[in-house]
């Protein structure tokens, strides 16, 4: 709705192509690229192609078994960091630690480790005679 307006804008001439463009927080080449795609396509054409994309890298299903089965099969109870250092080396494995960690995490094969705690807990201060010292010339004790 909002690029129909701009649009609808500039070609009145109300608009110039850069103060179309900052109503829509883009560069004017950008607009005119939108203006391109709206002209041919409609607004499905105004629409994220990117969103629509499956990943290139994305594992497959089969891959994602392998991996599954393998653990299972023989190294079951091993530390998701020994067996990713044997998948890589033995197996030729491909994929990164935490690709491993999480499909076998999402796999329930291996438990999610619990949240450790704060590396630094913080204190109440102990509460000492003359702890706070007023320096800014006050009357109080």
């Known amino acids: 709705m909002r690029f129909e307006q701009a649009?609808?804008?500039w070609s009145q001439g109300r608009l110039t192509q850069a103060e179309a463009a900052l109503l829509l927080g883009q560069c004017e080449r950008s607009f005119r690229r939108h203006i391109e795609r709206y002209e041919a396509?409609?607004?499905?054409?105004?629409l994220d192609r990117r969103l629509s994309q499956i990943s290139k890298r994305r594992a497959s299903g089969t891959e994602v078994d392998q991996?599954?089965?393998l653990y299972k099969g023989g190294f079951a109870g091993w530390s998701v960091a020994h067996f990713?250092?044997?998948y890589k080396a033995e197996f030729a494995g491909a994929r990164s630690y935490s690709w491993l960690k999480s499909v076998l995490q999402d796999a329930s094969v291996v438990t999610i480790a619990k949240r450790q705690g704060k590396h630094r807990i913080k204190r109440e201060r102990a509460p000492l005679?003359?702890?706070?010292?007023?320096q800014d010339a006050s009357t109080h004790r």
Do not use: F, I
């Open 67 to 69: 991996v599954v089965h």
């Open 7 to 9: 649009l609808e804008g």
């Open 129 to 134: 005679a003359g702890m706070l010292l007023h």
């Open 84 to 86: 990713h250092s044997k």
């Open 41 to 46: 396509d409609g607004l499905d054409g105004l």
